[in-house]
């Protein structure tokens, strides 16, 4: 069996072994390794073993998970209402202020 050569002269499996301990050690320079490792450590120490592990790892990592994502769009749909009836009050509270600003002009 003979092995093909890529143009750097290495065979290709040894090409292959190159980009993976490239990639391991990029994550391990960016600390995705000892992220992982901490998150998987906490999980397993866990007494009571989350119902959706997924979450436990997010809500660990500090990203927000599907439940926070729900309340976060309720807030906001509140917020944009209670945003549209203020504008709507500073407009009348405007238009009450110039006719009254014209008024006394007279």
Known sequence: RSSKLNSKGE????SGENKKEEFR????RSGVIDALTKVLVALYEEPEKPANALDF???YLGAPTSGDVETMRAEKEELVKKNEEMTKQLEEATK???SLSAGADD
């Open 57 to 59: 790892i997010k809500q």
């Open 96 to 98: 009450k202020l110039e």
């Open 11 to 14: 065979s290709r499996e040894m």
């Open 25 to 28: 050690k990029y994550l391990e």
